[in-house]
């Protein structure tokens, strides 16, 4: 096996959270992504939203669409994508979580609240990696943004972000984020944020606990991004009593609580 991470790359994203991976993927697979992101834009499922209000530009997103939309399968299946993901969370196997589409317009003003993603999620586990890659430039002010070494816990409250509502767990359950703006800028050593400039090629890989957020886009360029969500050897199905996001409704009745997330929604993408 040709490995695709270094040492030093692997143990960053142990000790922070979060790397960059510089253009491990090729003109073509940044043509299908993107042509799985227009495709994507053209047919919304269901699932899709708008996360941005209606005075401001669109900031459109949509989840779990690679059954449906041959582009974004081939790049899932095909890319590279997989096996950095394994290779980050030290996994000998990597299953696929969920795609999701993110995509805002020239101007969006709405910028992505901090929000660690497992809380949102029916699963549990420490060996994951989500894939945040952009096929268009992003300058480093509308790039993510990653708080560094946040993926060891503890797990914050998850809000909605047009109004900050608590959907998941009951409100008081989880401790609320801290004002990480208002930290830093009362002891700049407070919190350590990492955020890349990015050129279609680039790539930035994350823990699903890792606390994060973005900008809006102010300049004249789109930026659409296609995330995926992989999960490594310890990822097991957690069953919520709430409706999860994305939600994977009946699954609870397929899959026991605590079990490897051996099911057709779930393919397994690469292997040692």
């Known amino acids: 096996m040709i490995r695709l991470i270094d040492d030093e790359t692997r143990q960053a994203y142990a000790r922070d959270g979060a790397v960059v991976v510089r253009q491990a993927f090729d003109a073509e697979h940044v043509r299908w992504a993107t042509e799985a992101i227009d495709a994507n834009l053209a047919a919304l499922s269901p699932r899709a939203k708008r996360a941005s209000a209606d005075d401001d530009a669109p ?3 949509d989840f779990c669409n690679w059954q449906r939309l041959p582009a974004m399968e081939r790049f899932i299946r095909n890319s590279p994508a997989a096996q950095i993901a394994a290779e980050l969370s030290n996994s000998d196997q990597i299953r696929l979580y969920h795609d999701h589409v993110l995509v805002k317009e020239p101007g969006t003003r709405q910028r992505t609240p901090w929000h660690q993603d497992q809380p949102y999620y029916n699963v549990d586990g420490r060996q994951n990696a989500s894939m945040w890659f952009p096929v268009d430039p992003v300058p480093k002010e509308s790039s993510l943004q990653i708080v560094a070494g946040s993926h060891r816990g503890p797990w914050y409250m998850p809000r909605t972000f047009l109004d900050a509502q608590a959907k998941w767990f009951p409100e008081g ?6 004002d990480f703006e208002g ?6 050593d407070s919190w350590r944020i ?4 990015l050129k279609p090629g680039d790539a930035i890989f994350f823990n699903m ?5 973005a900008a ?12 995926v969500r992989f999960l490594g050897d310890d990822m097991v199905h957690a069953p919520r009593r709430w409706t999860t996001s994305p939600p994977f409704p009946g699954l609870e009745a397929e899959l026991p609580d605590g079990v490897e997330m051996d099911h057709p929604l779930f393919p397994v993408l690469w292997k040692r």
Not at 173 to 178: C, M
Not at 194 to 197: F, I, K, N, V
Not at 209 to 213: A, E, K, R
């Open 59 to 61: 900031f459109i997103e």
């Open 173 to 178: 359950s989880l401790a609320d984020l801290p």
């Open 183 to 188: 930290d830093i800028e009362r002891d700049a």
């Open 194 to 197: 990492l955020s890349w400039e």
């Open 209 to 213: 606990l890792s606390v994060h957020g």
């Open 216 to 227: 809006g886009v102010a300049g004249p360029g789109r930026r659409r991004v296609l995330s």
